[in-house]
């Protein structure tokens, strides 16, 4: 294993910090990168990390690592050391506001322009130029904050990666993935192998998250092309919600990284037996048929449901109550379907989102993940 530190701009004098990232393995076969906690108050992924740090160890030592595997075990350091009032504060950069999970720079037009002339009839030859292309085009791209440079860090090390997984978490939830349409045929053994109830599946969701930064740039630029050339869905690129924040146990963890391990064996990153594929537990819902379930009214909170509940239109998931009047508003899901994640706050402010059923029909338009 080679440990590689990636210096971020100092954003003052006496101030400097890196993210680390451990390679195992070699260049040249399939390569899978995996961090973690890219919000950085989002602890399961950095535990699952630490499992999965053992399991490769393990598996190098035994010589068995035939793909190439890069691990960051904790890719945010600005948002992990933001604290105020001793509240964790992982999700929003302090200085500019903007979420550690968007605007990763767009390189599809500027890297089609730079290959065009070179690309041809060979599949496999127009991936490995579009991806040394994009590569180059990150590493090169301008970087002017603390928080550019780790979005450029984050990317140059994923951009050529042919399995991506982003490990993140919600408040209160079920195993849940998000991913690209193109990508659903080859998450779908992802989804059984780590056991999930529910992938939500978009396209171009609204201001460029991490995970479709690496896998759009492929279906892009195939419509870029018009067919002209065979340019496949090369990157498997996948958010990994790891249940709830506090669902950090090493029993979990442990589980999950063993899970990714099986999984990268059956792909063909790891030698030894092709594990069975284990049956599918759940299934690909649109993201943009993803419900909030919004308060109307300030109030103590408290659900009457519990996520991973089946539910139907009208059901009642939780109650607000205003201590002052007594009165009690219900709120009801909108949408048959999987009531699979909630907030774990329990006081709700007017408008706040507490919750949310994936249900079978696309019915939202417009940006589609929260903020
Ligand atoms: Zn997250």
Redesign the pocket.
């Known amino acids: 294993m080679q440990t590689i530190r990636h210096p971020l701009i100092s954003p003052a004098p006496g101030t400097q910090r890196e993210l680390v990232s451990l390679h195992y393995g070699q260049s040249g076969a399939q390569k899978a990168y995996i961090q973690a906690s890219?919000?950085g108050d989002?602890l399961p992924g950095m535990l699952v990390a630490h499992h999965l740090r053992q399991q490769l160890g393990a598996l190098e030592a035994a010589g068995q690592i035939t793909g190439e595997i890069v691990l960051v075990p904790m890719a945010n350091p600005i948002g992990l050391s933001q604290f105020m009032l001793h509240a964790h504060l992982g999700?929003f950069e302090l200085m500019s506001g903007e979420n550690f999970?968007r605007h990763y720079p767009d390189q599809v037009d500027a890297v089609a322009h730079a290959v065009a002339s070179q690309l041809g009839a060979d599949a496999a030859a127009n991936v490995a130029l579009l991806r040394r292309a994009l590569k180059a085009a990150v590493l090169a791209s301008p970087a002017d904050t603390e928080l550019q440079s780790q979005r450029r860090a984050l990317l140059a090390l994923s951009c050529d990666a042919d399995i991506v997984l982003d490990l993140?978490?919600?408040a209160q939830a079920l195993m849940h993935l998000y991913t690209e349409t193109p990508c659903w045929p080859a998450c779908e053994p992802l989804a059984r192998f780590l056991g999930s109830r529910l992938t939500l599946l978009a396209q171009d969701s609204g201001d460029n998250p991490f995970d479709e930064a690496c896998s759009q740039v492929w279906w892009k630029w195939d419509r870029h092309f018009g067919g002209r050339f065979p340019i496949p869905q090369a990157c498997l690129s996948v958010?990994v919600?790891l249940r709830g924040a506090c669902d950090v146990t090493h029993e979990l963890a442990s589980a999950d990284a063993k899970n990714i391990v099986d999984f990268l064996r059956w792909r063909g990153l790891i030698a030894g037996d092709k594990p069975a594929l284990p049956d599918a537990v759940g299934d690909a819902r649109p993201l943009a048929g993803s419900m909030p379930i919004k308060s109307p009214v300030p109030g103590v909170l408290t659900f009457l449901k519990d996520v991973g509940a089946e539910v139907k239109a009208g059901d009642v998931l939780a109650h607000v109550i205003d201590p002052i009047t007594a009165a009690v508003t219900e709120l009801t899901s909108p949408v048959d379907g999987l009531f699979f994640a909630r907030d774990f706050l329990r006081f709700a402010n007017a408008g706040m989102r507490v919750a949310k059923v994936a249900g079978r029909e696309a019915l939202r338009t417009g940006k589609l993940l929260g903020a």
């Open positions: 890219l919000h989002e999700r999970n993140h978490c919600d958010t919600e």
